[in-house]
């Protein structure tokens, strides 16, 4: 995973995603006191930016073997962006989800063209299933973080946003399996100049910050929190990146969280889901904590998505 | 109100207003059947199309008296636009409101700086204080909507459409007080190529299509409608505007406000408020009437504003 082949995912990739706004907010900025821009993959296709590292995963499957289609199992937005993704490149996506996803998941995979297995929502049942269809089918399991494939093409967003704006200071991302944190670090260790890669993490998800400290890969007992993408764990191939590039792990509240979503809602109108939103309320701790060492830097923060359920948002408990 | 002074607006007010991004989304384009182009006013400073207008009438009060200030009674987004215009130009705001105005209307007037001024919630008590305001500080009372410097500023939203997309073939407008509209019908006559102006208005507040019919300023009994920008009747300014330019006045349904406003919600991941979804739900509605007509062809959609109360959303009772 050099700086060769990131370049060469971007290329191999852009036909098939969205090159995502860079926008800002000049009170956020003046509430902080550094200049922060935020990489939108919420407006990204299948509206997260898990679609690039799909894409590039399937690109890199053999056309024979390609022909006969993935599987993964997911219930977030890896599972509509890899329908997405074999749809435009016109092959079968199967997607094992457990029986207990919300419906508004299952729906969204069925929007994008891909098929749906239901199994009992537990890990093994999840493995089994998806391996099962793997020897049925011939389609090739792909996994939504821990692949080499899947980590330099959702690397491409902070690439994308340091070829816009060079001379970032430090990228935040959200840490959930790990691909998206992994593939921001690449891109920040070989475009940036000095530009650190710091992670967000719900205080009740915290399994990056602890896997940091212990240097293996830790797991959650509990994940209560409304960042429904960043229950997963780290994996053995994204693990050894972050070792290597990622400065720090800022956990932050599920308060935190919410009032930080309200504050883009607000203030961008722009749609950024619960997931998202830890990766602003880690920079806003942050700033809070230390905020001589971000007097007037510029700071990236990658907005993963945009995916709510509007039937179901979190202001009205705050009130 | 010719061609060269819309430009000249334009040129005025630039320095002081976000030119705003245009959005599209393929899957609006494909359920419809024609190309939309959405002007997204929602990332207007002020979070509204309103600050060009009111920038505009601010930068026509001559020096002398500009510095005294300015005037006006609003319990919407004019409120929040003008007071952010006067203190870019470095005047003061006085806003007359209701006292029943919501809490978040008046802070949002108070973070642009606004002095804020509540009254019985009759139009006489707003009339009879803002008159007042203006005798005792020499502020110039500024009206929302029927205003020729007001309309030719609201007008510049559209002028930016055309730029963008010479070729449309018609734009939609919300019609509330009729400044946006009549604004953007004057930039389609001037810059358009035979681009038909058309209007958006809730079935509970339809006095501009009942008055576009008797041709006469028609007033609204109740208005009971989600759209609480659009509540407002036209005026003598603009209704001649309207009535020479505006093809016509499409009405819609509270349940195709809240549908059109989730569809782009959850599609386009940006916030739009409700009298911004009625111009989307009355294109839907008319090329649902009249599919042929649309068939390929190029809509603007001026969506404008985003100003919602998170607290109070309307989604969850259509569940």
Redesign the interface.
């Known amino acids: 995973m050099d700086k060769k082949e990131l370049l060469a995912c971007h290329e191999r990739i852009k036909p098939y995603v969205h090159h995502t706004?860079v926008m800002s907010s000049s009170l956020i900025n003046d509430q902080l006191g550094c200049s922060v821009f935020f990489k939108c993959e919420?407006?990204q296709r299948a509206?997260a930016y898990k679609i690039r590292g799909a894409t590039h995963a399937i690109l890199h499957i053999p056309e024979g073997r390609r022909k006969k289609g993935v599987v993964t199992h997911s219930s977030g937005n890896f599972a509509q962006a890899l329908s997405l993704a074999a749809r435009s490149l016109g092959i079968p996506a199967h997607i094992v989800m457990p029986e207990t996803a919300p419906s508004i998941k299952k729906a969204g995979v069925h929007t994008y063209g891909g098929t749906i297995y239901e199994c009992a929502p537990t890990v093994e049942a999840r493995e089994a299933m998806s391996a099962e269809i793997g020897q049925k089918t011939g389609a090739t399991f792909l996994h939504p973080s821990n692949d080499d494939h899947v980590i330099l093409g959702q690397g491409t967003a902070a690439l994308e946003l340091l070829f816009e704006h060079p001379g970032l200071n430090a990228i935040f991302c959200p840490v959930g399996g790990g691909g998206l944190i992994a593939g921001s670090a690449l891109a920040a260790a070989y475009f940036g100049k000095d530009c650190a890669v710091l992670g967000g993490e719900p205080f009740e998800a915290d399994d990056a910050y602890r896997s940091m400290l212990s240097g293996t890969i830790e797991g959650n007992d509990t994940v209560n929190t409304i960042a429904d993408g960043l229950k997963t764990v780290l994996g053995d191939r994204n693990f050894p990146i972050i070792q290597a590039h990622v400065s720090k792990i800022v956990r932050v509240t599920e308060m935190e969280i919410v009032e930080a979503m309200?504050l883009v809602?607000?203030r961008?109108?722009?749609?950024?889901e619960a997931s998202s939103a830890v990766t602003l309320a880690a920079l806003i701790r942050d700033v809070s904590d230390h905020p001589n060492h971000y007097k007037g830097k510029a700071i990236g923060i990658i907005i993963s998505g945009?995916n709510v359920d509007?039937?179901k948002?979190p202001?009205?408990k705050l009130?």
């Open positions: 706004p919420n407006f509206g309200r809602w607000e961008m109108k722009i749609i950024i945009g509007l039937d948002l202001f009205q009130g």
